[in-house]
């Protein structure tokens, strides 16, 4: 691992303000992010994992400048990219690409698979006509599909086989980075296996880093380095996933790893009581996130934002309460 | 578990589909039971027909789809056995939402946005057991108290875009038990929600079969979600039920090359040792489910199967018992071959 890290987002916080009512009165502001800093290393998968609502997908979408951070910021080799201008945007836009989660949704469905993978080319143009042609194809086959594919439209594909159009439409300009938003939900258990598969063959075949957005921690486990665990707009705890998944330190982590159907074994073992989801999301101006619904709660968990702090080398937690985890530290 | 009476009795059901490419099999001799009481999971990828076989037992396929065959007999306890399959639709209105409830996976488009979800539940009261609306409504409040939500008084006024996912989703819960049904249909009921809403939603479905003794079959695609989950555990592939038996036989030892390769796809099951370095790549499963226009003769697996041989091609295996004292029944032929510690 590299000292720089390939994107770093630091004290990201994002506010969706409500508009006006009928009666001019304003609901309340939604912050979805607040102070989200993690970074991503040049070949690294890092898995941001996090329940709905959790704001992992807006995450996602300001590493590809489809959401205005409203505070702190996002950059890629150092360079801040909400700043980028000139021709820069364009460049940025080949370093990093990003894969959906409805492969359906995010094919245009009147276009041939040699249109979808080949737009990428033509508006940054790379390459000459007959070069791209020869690029397509083997974009097409890094990803599995075969030359009969080019001429056909994305309906005529299975869910599996669009979710590979998609990914080798991300890969045309070469990137270096991937934000990949729940790329293997919409799919069948056989069908997820052979992308996820993929995805990790072209981290070892291109050096791909990948933003992994996800709930489903088997999934994320599976193919991540490092996990970033988010909750309610926060990030809760980073950590490499062995490590990770033989020592949770948030509560929240351990919460997640002893519901998750299969993994449920050692630690408690049993389902831990969770409070009615109405009562689940406290004030956020003030305290942690997770206190209504955290086991080791104190009253100082109401007031103070416990700060994500660096407490081994490689991990980072956002808990008052440091004692619950220390021995293991 | 083996009540005198079975809830339900599915026998040789076999569906067909009309459409233009052909007759398409989607349902192909399934036959099960479930006692009162009792969970049974049926869990296939999508196109395996788990949908169409919960859909035909509330007689709700759609139009191109009918019932070529097999009976659907449903006996509550205490009343005469209907079969569904034949029943004219006057009785079916009477039995969904009355003797069978249902829920299904999308709690925002199953619920009305227009009514408050105490007049949604009220509804069922009214036309089934022909309450009074003061009487069904606080009735509401206690089905919402029962499946968890705080407040329930205050929350019969509620409309559905009011409540999380999680919430609508009791709700729905709430519409489908108001009843008392003897079973309740899921249809994958928690795989729009989080992990830790699924859980809480798993909980209370095993706390009303056990306190009404309500019968459920758990429709699903995630074979790790049942495992703790259901008494039994039937595998659909391709329109047949390939493998049925105790969800702990089923998961430690499966008899079904299809339901052992399903679980090996699981990322759950390779993520090996902690300091091992990165796991091997996921199992996955070759090629595609057959076109249920144009099914192969022999085993619907056979040409995806790793082990098939040219006995698997011909015929029609039929569902035979691998371990006949705890009933667990396979489609596969040569399930001999495929040693005991296959799952664990």
């Known amino acids: 691992m590299s000292a720089f890290p390939l994107l770093s987002v630091r004290d990201l916080g994002v506010t969706f303000h409500a508009p006006r009512t009928l009666l001019g009165r304003r609901a309340r502001n939604v912050q979805a992010l607040d102070k989200i800093s993690f970074d991503i290393h040049a070949g690294e998968i890092v898995g941001i994992l996090g329940e709905s609502g959790s704001g992992k997908t807006t995450v996602g979408r300001c590493m590809v400048r489809l959401q205005q951070p409203t505070t702190g910021h996002v950059s890629f080799e150092g360079r801040d990219i909400q700043a980028l201008s000139g021709a820069d945007p364009g460049w940025y836009c080949r370093q990093v690409q990003m894969i959906f989660q409805d492969p359906a949704a995010s094919l245009n469905p009147r276009l041939r698979v040699r249109d979808i993978v080949a737009e990428g080319l033509d508006i940054h143009r790379i390459g000459t006509r007959e070069s791209r042609r020869e690029a397509v194809i083997d974009l097409l086959a890094s990803v599995g599909l075969g030359a009969d594919a080019l001429m056909r439209f994305a309906h005529e594909f299975s869910g599996g086989q669009r979710q590979r159009i998609g990914i080798a439409r991300a890969l045309a300009v070469g990137p270096r980075l991937i934000v990949a938003d729940e790329p293997v939900s919409a799919l069948d258990v056989s069908v997820q296996a052979k992308v996820i598969n993929l995805l990790r063959g072209l981290r070892e075949r291109l050096g791909l880093a990948m933003a992994f957005i996800s709930h489903d921690l088997p999934a994320v486990m599976f193919l991540c380095d490092r996990v970033v665990i988010m909750y309610l707009g926060r990030v809760m705890e980073i950590a490499p996933t062995g490590a990770f998944r033989t020592q949770p330190f948030h509560p929240y982590s351990r919460t997640l790893l002893a519901l998750a159907p299969g993994l449920r074994h050692g630690g408690e073992g049993r389902i831990p009581p969770t409070p009615d989801h109405a009562t689940a999301a406290p004030d956020l101006h003030h305290g942690c996130a997770f206190r209504n619904r955290c086991p080791h709660a104190v009253a100082a968990c109401a007031t103070v934002v416990p700060p994500l702090q660096q407490v081994t080398p490689q991990r980072w937690v956002a808990c008052l309460r440091p004692e619950i985890f220390h021995d293991a530290c | ?344």
């Open chain 2, 1 to 344: 578990m083996a009540a005198s009476c079975p809830a339900l009795v599915v026998e040789g059901l076999n569906i067909h589909f009309h459409t233009r490419r052909g007759v398409v099999h989607a349902v192909d001799d399934v036959t099960f039971d479930i006692a009162p009481g009792e969970i049974v999971a049926l869990v296939g990828e999508s196109g395996s027909g788990k949908s169409v076989t919960s859909l035909s037992i509330m007689g709700l396929l759609p139009r191109i789809g009918h019932i070529a065959g097999g009976r659907l007999v449903f006996q509550p306890a205490g009343h005469a056995p209907v079969d569904l399959a034949t029943a004219p639709e006057k009785v079916l209105r009477k039995i969904r939402g009355g003797g069978i409830g249902m829920i299904f996976q999308e709690p925002m488009t199953s619920l009305n946005p227009a009514m408050t979800v105490g007049e949604q539940i009220a509804e069922a009261l009214v036309l089934h057991h022909q309450a009074d609306r003061r009487a069904a409504l606080a009735r509401a409040a206690d089905l919402l108290a029962a499946v968890g939500i705080a407040r329930p008084r205050e929350r019969v006024g509620s409309y559905p875009h009011q409540m999380s996912g999680g919430m609508r989703q009791r709700v729905m819960i709430a519409i489908a038990i108001a009843c008392r049904p003897a079973l309740l249909i899921a249809d994958e009921p928690t795989t729009a929600l989080d992990v830790t809403t699924q859980a809480q939603i798993l909980e209370i479905l095993q706390r009303l079969r056990r306190d009404t003794g309500m019968a459920i079959l758990f429709i699903t695609h995630n074979l790790s979600l049942v495992e703790a989950f259901a008494d039994r555990i039937m595998v659909m592939y391709a329109g047949q039920v390939v493998e049925c038996g105790n969800a702990r036989d089923v998961m430690t030892a499966p008899r079904h090359p299809y339901t052992k390769a399903l679980l090996d796809c699981l990322p759950v099951r390779h993520l090996g040792r902690p300091g091992d370095g990165a796991p091997p790549e996921l199992p996955t499963i070759p090629g595609h489910p057959p076109d249920l226009a144009h099914r192969p003769a022999g085993c619907a697996y056979a040409m995806r199967c790793d082990r098939a041989h040219d006995a698997c091609r011909t015929g029609h295996p039929d569902l035979q018992m691998a371990d006949a004292a705890h009933g667990h029944a396979t489609r596969c032929i040569a399930w001999r071959e495929m040693s005991v510690a296959a799952g664990a």
